[in-house]
C-alpha cells in the first residue's frame, strides 16, 4: 500500500499520553495519579436522577440536536447567576459530548486552513488535535515558572502573547483555570487578552471546565469583559464540577451566529449523546451553592496534603491556584527527564504521574516537570506520598 492510511495530520496523536499511563497503571497495579479522574462518585441525588429519566423513558431516544431544553435553561441560569451573563437558552447555549467535542467541533467550525491559533503551552493535548483536524496552525505561548513557588507559579508573559499576533491569527485558545499548570488567570492577564481579541478583531474559545476548582483568586470569564460577549465562544462542563466524568455532558455558551457555527459541525460528529444523563446535569446545576463550596474544600485539602507530600519527597511544587492537579520539578531528585521518570515511576514506586512536556511545543520548557491528580480519597493521596518518600529513599 502506498499512503499510510492515517492522514499525516494525525500522524502525531496516534495514542494520547493519558491513555498510556492509565495503562501503565493497570499492568504495574500502581496508584494512579496521571489521569484526571476522581475515584468517588458526584452527588447521589443527581446519580438517582439520571436513573429515574432511564426509568421514565426521558433521554433513552435522541434527544434534541442542541441538547433538551431543561438543561439549556440550566446553563443559562447558571451563567446569569454565578456571572451576571445572559444567554438565551434557545439560541445561545449548545450541550455537546462533554467539552473536549465542544472544543473540536468550536475549532472545525471557526478555522479555516492556514489560520494561526494562539494557545498557551503545556495545553491539553485535545487542543493540539483540534487545531490539526482543522487544518490550522498552533502558535503557542508558553506560560513559565517563576522563580519562587507560591499560588500561582506559571504566569501569563503579555509582551510574549502580543509579539504572537499575526495578520493570520484567527482566534486565541485559552484554558482558565489551566491544566496542567493550575494557573487561574487574573484579571490583567484576562484585560490585555481581551485587549488583543478587539484590536485584531479575533475569536476566543475558553475552556473553563475548572470554573468551581479555584483556591486562590477568583475565576473570572472573559466573555464578562467588555467588547468580549460578542466574541468569545464559552465552553464548560459537568465532568469536573459534580464528579461525573464518564457521562461527557459538555455545553457551549455564545452568541447565536457563533453557536449556529459549532451547531453545524457539531452534528456531524457526535450529533446527540448523553440523553437521560442531560436531565441529571440540569438538576446539578440547580444544586445550592454549598454543595461547590464544598467540593471546593475538601480539593484544597487534598491539594495541600498531596503538595505538602510531593515537597516532603524531594520534588520542587508549584502549588496551583485552581484544577484538581499539581505540577513538580524532578531536578531536585536528580532527575532531568520527565518522560523517563514518569515510564520508571510506576515500577519503582508504584505511582503514576504524567510528563508534561508532552503538551509543549518545545519539549525543553518543561522537561523536568511532571503533573500529579489530587482528585482521590485521602488514603490513596497518603499511600502515594508514602510509596514516593519511600521510593526516594530507596
Known amino acids: 500500500m502506498g499512503r499510510p492510511p492515517l492522514s499525516s495530520r494525525l500522524t502525531p496523536f496516534v495514542t494520547t499520553i493519558f491513555a498510556e499511563m492509565s495503562a501503565l497503571a493497570v499492568r504495574t497495579g500502581a496508584i494512579n495519579l496521571g489521569q484526571g479522574f476522581p475515584d468517588t462518585d458526584g452527588p447521589a441525588e443527581v446519580a438517582e436522577a439520571a436513573v429515574r429519566a432511564v426509568r ?29 451573563l445572559e444567554w438565551d437558552p434557545d439560541s445561545e447555549v449548545l450541550v455537546t459530548a462533554g467539552a473536549t467535542e ?15 491559533v494562539i494557545a498557551l503551552e503545556p495545553y491539553y493535548d485535545s487542543y493540539a ?28 508573559d503579555l509582551d510574549e502573547l502580543r509579539a504572537a499576533v499575526t495578520p493570520a491569527t484567527r482566534l486565541i485558545l485559552l ?15 484576562l484585560e490585555a ?55 461527557k455532558v459538555g455545553w457551549v455558551t455564545a452568541p447565536a451566529p457563533l453557536v449556529a457555527a459549532v451547531r453545524t459541525a457539531k452534528q456531524y460528529l457526535t450529533y446527540v449523546s448523553s440523553g437521560p444523563f442531560q436531565y441529571a446535569v440540569a438538576e446539578a446545576l440547580a444544586l445550592p451553592d454549598s454543595y461547590l463550596t464544598g467540593l ?8 495541600d ?38 515510564m520508571s515511576l510506576p515500577e519503582r514506586c508504584g505511582v503514576v504521574a504524567v510528563p508534561t512536556q508532552v503538551f509543549y511545543d518545545d519539549p525543553d520548557a518543561g522537561r523536568s516537570i ?19 518518600k519511600e521510593g526516594r529513599s530507596a
Not at 110 to 116: I, K, M, N, Q, T
Not at 129 to 156: E, N
Not at 296 to 303: E, F, G, H, N, T
Not at 317 to 331: E, H, K
Request: charged share 25%; with cysteine; proline share 6%.
Open 56 to 84: 421514565e423513558g426521558r433521554g433513552n431516544q435522541y434527544p434534541p440536536g442542541p441538547g433538551i431544553p431543561e438543561l439549556r435553561q440550566a446553563v443559562a441560569a447558571h451563567q446569569r447567576r454565578w456571572y451576571g
Open 102 to 116: 465542544a472544543i473540536a467541533a468550536a475549532l472545525l467550525a471557526l478555522l479555516e486552513p492556514g489560520d494561526e
Open 129 to 156: 488535535a483540534g487545531i490539526a483536524m482543522a487544518g490550522a496552525r498552533r502558535v503557542p505561548v508558553t506560560l513559565r515558572p517563576d522563580a519562587g513557588a507560591g499560588a500561582a507559579s506559571y504566569r501569563l
Open 175 to 189: 484554558n482558565s483555570p489551566h491544566n496542567p499548570t493550575g494557573t487561574v488567570l487574573d484579571r490583567a492577564e
Open 193 to 247: 487578552v481581551a485587549a488583543l481579541a478587539r484590536e485584531h478583531d479575533l475569536l476566543v474559545v475558553t475552556d473553563e471546565v475548572y470554573e468551581h476548582l479555584v483556591f486562590d483568586g477568583e475565576h473570572l470569564p472573559i466573555a464578562t469583559l467588555p467588547g468580549m460577549r460578542e466574541r468569545t465562544v464559552s465552553i464548560s462542563s459537568a465532568g469536573k464540577s459534580f464528579s461525573f466524568t464518564g457521562w
Open 296 to 303: 471546593r474544600a475538601d480539593l484544597l485539602r487534598k491539594r
Open 305 to 342: 496534603l498531596l503538595a505538602a507530600g510531593l515537597a516532603e519527597a524531594g520534588l520542587r511544587v508549584f502549588r496551583p491556584a485552581g484544577t484538581y492537579f499539581i505540577t513538580a520539578d524532578i531536578t531536585p531528585l536528580g532527575e532531568k527527564d520527565g518522560v523517563a521518570y514518569c
Open 370 to 388: 511532571v503533573r500529579f491528580a489530587f482528585c482521590k480519597k485521602d488514603e490513596v493521596l497518603a499511600e502515594a506520598v508514602r510509596r514516593l
